[in-house]
């Protein structure tokens, strides 16, 4: 057993520096991706809550100052990047509907694995850099951040990764009775950019609404970290982020191989 961990392991490793060395081969789409991309981004989010309390001639909404939401749209932007999969969504969604997946699943390994290594290889290099441009923004501007609470909040965003993921699984399995199913990914890109809370705070949200948007796994995505980080929610709330999130990737992962047995053998009917 241990011998069969080590294979799995090194091979998810090299899945994994794959993706390092194939986004760092490109350097200066690699520092587009990593400091200009996110600098844009944060300085767009900024802007806009400017304008939100301007507007509102109020120096709080739902108790919070304007530093506090300031706080959050710098740290919102840095975490909606980690937990984004599109681009490898895309790279699944064509291995299935071209037929090329004949090359991997010939192989020993697993579709899923062999994405998701990558996936997180190219979440780490990213993340390291990226993170430089929140925490001098943090300091500079002394914006309300719990830094010690960083490291919980990644690991979050992280372990929700996963969740992502399968949700990407489970679009490219789509492929194999699909012509053209990228337009799955732009809706549920869509969804997600309300429901983790990127676009704004979910405890913005009145009623019970509020709790059960928060009750969600993909709060885990950005609101539960960011909030973690900036004091809008306590350990609690992360807590339970991990509990939703390990939940339902059992219950997705059930669902994904159920879906992947189901469209391998479409396409072992079909042909490619």
Known sequence: MKKSFAVF??????????????????RLNYFIDVIVQPVLTTGIEILLWFAVFKGAQSTTINGFGREFYLSYALWSAFFARIAASWMYEFKMIEEVSSGSINSLIVRPMGFYEYYLSQLMGYKLITTVISMIVPIIAAYYFDLPTHFMRIPIAIALCFYYLILVHTISFLVSCAAFHFTKITS?????????????GELFPLDLIPGIWKDRLIALPFSSGVFLPVGYITGRVGIESVVNGFISV?????VLNFLGAWLWKKGLDSYAGTGA
Not at 15 to 24: C, D, P, W
Not at 185 to 191: D, H
Not at 246 to 250: E, H, K, R, W
């Open 9 to 26: 392991w090194k091979r998810n490793l090299a899945f994994a520096k794959l993706a390092i060395v194939s986004n760092l081969e490109y």
């Open 184 to 196: 799955f990914t732009v809706a549920k890109n869509l969804m997600l950019w309300i429901l983790t």
């Open 246 to 250: 390990t939940f339902s990737i059992i």
